[in-house]
């Protein structure tokens, strides 16, 4: 029987291993496995158009106030206020953008969709940064000065999910790059193709800065969403090219990687002894430390003025990072602005408050431009 039941004890233990590792590699694929659909879903439908309105059926997505980005197969339109919501169906203010045929079958996305000039009306070129890894497609759109805007989208995301900023960015006078990098789509693959958090993706953003400065780029202000956030953090810290960077504008950042594993780990009610493990799977698997990619525990060594932006019920980083470090941004000798957005989940700051959003970042790039680097 002792026997029998040490046994069953050992399968037992094994199983717990094998589980315990098992749901570690599933952690660790969210955070380091790169995911494209192949595939674009279009749940909603429209139901009718006006000349200054469009009709959708009613959802969770369609029905949230704010500014949205209402896409079809064939093109996009800016939707805003809400003007009437009759039973199963909403109608919209048109913002901008196409006309969708009646009947066709639409999403609801956080901002522009397109490319600058569908979206924005702005004229643009796709050129080519020459990376360690190969050539990575860029948009650059033209503007009048030698200070020049940078822009580093979310892990898995697309070039038009920084189009909100780079509007504003041109009003400015800011001629624009706004990069892929290592393992997006169309970009080179990482040699091991996993996301590394920014620890390796910030040679991208230093390449794209060369090629930058080789188009006559006199200054670089770097702006980062997500884990864009975090490449533009690494940059800072490792790049010879960071004191070139006179601001940064950081948008929902990853400010601590390893927090917003915890904070993931606790929403997917993963029991709290599993996350050391999952952490060590992921540094296993990326051949890095996670616990290095934390702008406050290992803040960046050039530390340019920085509009830090978060919404508060972000559910991808969580916001006490962002009310931390800004908390902490006067030790660290780092002139961080911050500005927080209540009821804005992740990515969806522009889309919440667009006005506060735009005055916020133009404010912001003015007193950069004219050499005002302090808070009003």
Do not use: C
């Amino acid at each position: 029987m002792k026997r029998k039941l040490l046994v069953a004890a050992s399968a037992l233990a094994v199983l717990l291993v094998g589980g315990m590792g098992a749901g570690a590699w599933y952690v660790s694929d969210i955070a380091l496995v790169p995911k494209h659909p192949e595939t674009i879903t279009y749940p909603e439908v429209v139901l009718g158009v006006t000349d200054r309105t469009i009709t959708v059926t009613a959802s969770a997505a369609t029905t949230r106030p704010g500014t949205w980005s209402l896409n079809w197969s064939s093109g996009s339109a800016l939707v805003g206020d809400i003007v009437k919501r009759p039973a199963g169906r909403v109608e919209r203010v048109r913002v901008s953008g196409q006309t969708p045929p009646t009947g066709i079958r639409a999403s609801m996305y956080m901002t522009y969709s397109g490319d600058p000039k569908t979206a924005l009306g702005l004229d643009f070129t796709e050129i080519m940064v020459p990376t360690e890894l190969g050539d990575a497609p860029a948009w650059y759109v033209p503007a009048r000065r030698d200070t020049w805007a940078i822009t580093v989208h979310g892990s898995n995301a697309h070039r038009n999910s920084s189009l909100h900023a780079i509007a504003t960015m041109h009003r400015a006078g800011l001629p624009v790059l706004d990069i892929t990098y290592r393992n997006d789509l169309g970009a080179p693959a990482s040699p091991d193709g996993l996301l590394h958090q920014g620890e390796s993706e910030w040679r991208d953003l230093e390449a794209a800065i060369r090629k930058a400065q080789s188009m006559g780029a006199r200054l670089i202000v770097l702006y980062g969403s997500s884990m864009g956030g975090a490449i533009v953090g690494q940059l800072l810290t490792h790049s010879s090219l960071a004191d070139v960077v006179s601001a940064a504008v950081l948008e929902n950042p990853e400010i601590s990687s390893r927090r917003t594993g915890e904070f993931a780990a606790a929403q997917m009610r993963i029991p709290s002894f599993m996350v050391p493990i999952m952490e060590q799977v992921i540094n296993w698997r990326g051949g890095f430390d996670i616990a290095t990619i934390d702008l406050l525990g290992h803040p960046p060594r050039v530390k340019p003025p920085t509009l830090l932006l978060m919404g508060d019920a972000d559910k991808e980083h969580p916001v006490q990072t962002a009310r931390e470090l800004a908390k902490a941004s006067s030790a660290m000798n780092w002139p961080i602005q911050y500005e927080e957005f209540p009821g804005a989940g992740h990515s969806e700051i522009w889309s919440t408050d667009r006005e506060r959003y735009d005055r916020t970042l133009a404010t912001f790039l003015t007193r950069i431009l004219h050499g005002r680097p302090g808070q009003e």
